[in-house]
């Protein structure tokens, strides 16, 4: 059996769109579905049923896939692996928030490349672009506050990040708190507030779980970094939403005050993704054991 056909079969299958795998293998999408019909002829059985937004694989194409991929999965190793060994470097391509991989993966890291690993990273704000650029061979691992759906990427939840409600001492003096918890849209509207875009992302799901409403305010500043707020924020600029792990020095130092501890946080799940199959990779395996190892102290 050709080994292309299999490898076109489980890239579909992981894929579950013939378009989308066409996308990754880099061919077009009639000679996929040329590929699939030729193994299926070959096989004398059909391993796909075609719906209107991709494809489910049959009974026999979930058998072939569980029994081809590990096979599959360890050539592509030993070709990557040596290829590795020649050139004495091994490359892990990451991505992520750019907060959160600075101020955290980077750093968890850095022992690996004491090991001969080097890194490079793509620093991406957006979870659904970090995904897409994983599946498409861009990445070899990725951080991501959504978990993907599929059978093509495979999730670990790394960690769950608490998200604080902050202004700068000025702001705070001016605040009581039980008038927050109890009239927070109103609160919001007279205050100005920095956020990473204008749809309000962390101050509307803070709302949403708090004070379960929606925000009524428009930023006053517009940041696209989670640091420029956090700075803006202790300078005074308005109130802020942000993740615990990236304003506990401002919190410590008092540059940032919180300005409520509601009994049950707003909470967001960051997860270790990768290429179904990939983490039979060394250098893919032991980055990805890292970092869960590091996030348990987190």
């Given at each position: 059996?050709?080994?292309?056909?299999?490898?076109?079969?489980?890239?579909?299958?992981?894929?579950?769109?013939?378009?989308?795998?066409?996308?990754?293998?880099?061919?077009?999408?009639?000679?996929?579905?040329?590929?699939?019909?030729?193994?299926?002829?070959?096989?004398?059985?059909?391993l796909f049923l075609r719906q209107a937004r991709g494809?489910?694989?049959?009974?026999?194409?979930?058998?072939?896939?569980?029994?081809?991929?590990?096979?599959l999965d360890a050539l592509v190793e030993i070709v990557?692996?040596?290829?590795?060994?020649?050139?004495?470097?091994?490359?892990?391509?990451?991505?992520?928030?750019?907060?959160?991989?600075?101020?955290?993966?980077?750093?968890?890291?850095?022992?690996?490349?004491?090991?001969?690993?080097?890194?490079?990273?793509?620093?991406?704000?957006?979870?659904?672009?970090?995904?897409?650029?994983?599946?498409?061979?861009?990445?070899?691992?990725?951080?991501?506050?959504?978990?993907?759906?599929?059978?093509?990427l495979t999730s670990t939840p790394l960690c769950d990040?608490?998200?604080?409600?902050?202004?700068?001492?000025?702001?705070?003096?001016?605040?009581?708190?039980?008038?927050?918890?109890?009239?927070?849209?109103?609160?919001?509207?007279?205050?100005?507030?920095?956020?990473?875009?204008?749809?309000?992302?962390?101050?509307?799901?803070?709302?949403?779980?708090?004070?379960?409403?929606?925000?009524?305010?428009?930023?006053?500043?517009?940041?696209?970094?989670?640091?420029?707020?956090?700075?803006?924020?202790?300078?005074?600029?308005?109130?802020?939403?942000?993740?615990?792990?990236?304003?506990?020095?401002?919190?410590?130092?008092?540059?940032?005050?919180?300005?409520?501890?509601?009994?049950?946080?707003?909470?967001?799940?960051?997860?270790?993704?990768?290429?179904?199959?990939?983490?039979?990779?060394?250098?893919?395996?032991?980055?990805?054991?890292?970092?869960?190892?590091?996030?348990?102290?987190?």
């Amino acid at each position: 059996m050709d080994l292309a056909l299999l490898r076109t079969f489980l890239t579909v299958h992981r894929a579950g769109s013939f378009t989308r795998a066409a996308a990754l293998l880099g061919l077009s999408q009639p000679a996929v579905t040329s590929q699939i019909r030729t193994l299926e002829r070959q096989l004398g059985r059909p391993l796909f049923l075609r719906q209107a937004r991709g494809v489910t694989p049959t009974t026999i194409g979930d058998e072939l896939a569980h029994r081809a991929a590990p096979h599959l999965d360890a050539l592509v190793e030993i070709v990557e692996t040596g290829l590795d060994e020649e050139s004495g470097v091994r490359t892990l391509h990451l991505a992520g928030p750019p907060e959160f991989v600075s101020a955290r993966a980077l750093p968890a890291l850095t022992p690996l490349i004491a090991q001969g690993l080097t890194l490079r990273t793509s620093l991406l704000g957006n979870a659904e672009e970090t995904l897409d650029g994983l599946a498409a061979g861009h990445h070899d691992l990725a951080i991501a506050t959504a978990r993907p759906r599929g059978g093509l990427l495979t999730s670990t939840p790394l960690c769950d990040e608490e998200h604080v409600l902050v202004a700068a001492p000025r702001w705070a003096a001016r605040l009581a708190p039980e008038v927050l918890l109890h009239k927070g849209a109103v609160v919001l509207e007279q205050l100005p507030v920095v956020e990473v875009h204008e749809s309000l992302p962390f101050v509307t799901r803070y709302w949403a779980a708090v004070f379960e409403t929606k925000p009524a305010a428009a930023a006053t500043v517009i940041a696209p970094d989670l640091r420029a707020v956090l700075e803006s924020a202790a300078a005074g600029a308005g109130l802020a939403v942000l993740p615990r792990y990236l304003c506990r020095d401002a919190l410590e130092r008092g540059a940032l005050v919180a300005l409520l501890d509601p009994p049950v946080p707003p909470l967001r799940t960051y997860f270790l993704v990768v290429r179904t199959g990939t983490l039979a990779l060394p250098h893919i395996a032991r980055a990805h054991d890292c970092l869960l190892r590091a996030a348990a102290g987190w």
